[in-house]
């Protein structure tokens, strides 16, 4: 991706978003950083069941940028009723062009500011520790580790963390006077 071109933004289900987002998931964790095959497939079932209802649901959707037919980034956000209240992100990514762009804080923004309109009280997600660059990312936005625990579910073992934005937390902090 050239610095200078902007990309298009897509809110909602695109073509081949979601052979896009578990493509790269393969690609950066499995071929990349080495992580079970297992992890490619799961990302394909969950993202599957996930996109059976775009466009049914408006608690479900999805953020991307493309630049022409090429896929740069994208993230999901599911807000159906789930063990945590608030929205989840799920299967933020940018491909290894688009990185280091803004892409993924442009991505954040929109799906923290489509929570917030439909009144979720919290943004949340899970993940694994050592993801430097998401994990400064979601600091940043104001997100906090609310538990770590020893996890095998993606086919090796991980250290998972919950993440969480409370969207009163960030009303607190934005009205806190300014030293």
Known sequence: MEPAQAPRW????????VGELVR???THYVGGLGWSPVFEALCAEQLGEIA??????????????WAGDEFLAGLVMDARPAERPGARL????????????????ALLERAIAWSECRGDPAVWLTT???????????????FRILEE???RTWGDEHRE???ELRFRDLRVRQEEPQA
Request: aromatic content about 10%; cysteine-free; overall charge positive.
């Open 10 to 17: 897509i809110t909602g289900p695109a073509p081949g978003l």
């Open 24 to 26: 790269l998931h393969g």
């Open 52 to 65: 059976r209802h775009f466009g049914a649901r408006d608690d479900v959707t999805a953020f991307s940028a």
């Open 90 to 105: 799920r299967f933020l990514i940018a491909s290894d062009a688009a990185r280091g762009h803004g892409l993924g804080h």
């Open 128 to 142: 694994v520790a050592g993801l430097e660059a998401s994990s400064h990312l979601y600091r940043k936005f104001g």
């Open 149 to 151: 625990r020893i996890d």
């Open 161 to 163: 963390q919950l993440w």
